[in-house]
């Protein structure tokens, strides 16, 4: 029931996965994060040959809906072809939190074999999160 609330989520991060860069890893990840407005951006993990300077396809998809005036999100969608569902890095969790308001669901999908799909909330993912109020 979940599940078919976010297709459409899950759909564009799939898509989305297919652009990724990662000549290095081979590792390609989608993601799709949804507004609470229903707006939906997307982003892909970018690899570098000065490893450190990869960035993962959540935060670019953070960071592109940043660019265009959003800071509200609901869920993320995260599409990867793995042995098991991925979690969000630590980097990108705590980088959800800065704009997590009444939680995130986070959509864990790996697209081996037959799709398989968890959703966790961000607040899971995240316990005892440092954010503003940590100041
Ligand atoms: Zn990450």
């Known amino acids: 029931m979940e599940i078919q609330k976010y297709q459409t989520l899950i759909d564009a991060a799939k898509a989305v996965r297919k652009k990724s860069y990662a000549p290095y890893s081979k590792f390609k990840v989608g993601a799709a994060l949804l507004?609470?407005?229903g707006e939906i951006f997307v982003g892909c993990n970018v690899e570098n040959a000065s490893f450190g300077l990869t960035c993962c396809a959540e935060r670019n998809a953070i960071f592109?809906?940043?660019a265009m005036g959003k800071n509200k999100f609901r869920a993320i969608a995260v599409v990867v072809n793995s042995p098991q569902p991925c979690?969000?890095?630590g980097a990108c969790r705590q980088v959800l939190n800065e704009f997590n308001i009444d939680d995130i669901d986070i959509i864990m999908v790996n697209i081996r074999g037959k799709t398989k799909v968890e959703i966790?909330?961000?607040?899971e993912l995240l316990p005892r999160s440092f954010d503003?109020?940590?100041l």
């Not at 966790?120 to 607040?123: A, K, Y």
């Open 64 to 66: 592109n809906a940043i």
């Open 35 to 37: 507004c609470n407005d």
């Open 120 to 123: 966790t909330p961000l607040s």
């Open 132 to 134: 503003a109020k940590s």
């Open 87 to 89: 979690t969000p890095c």
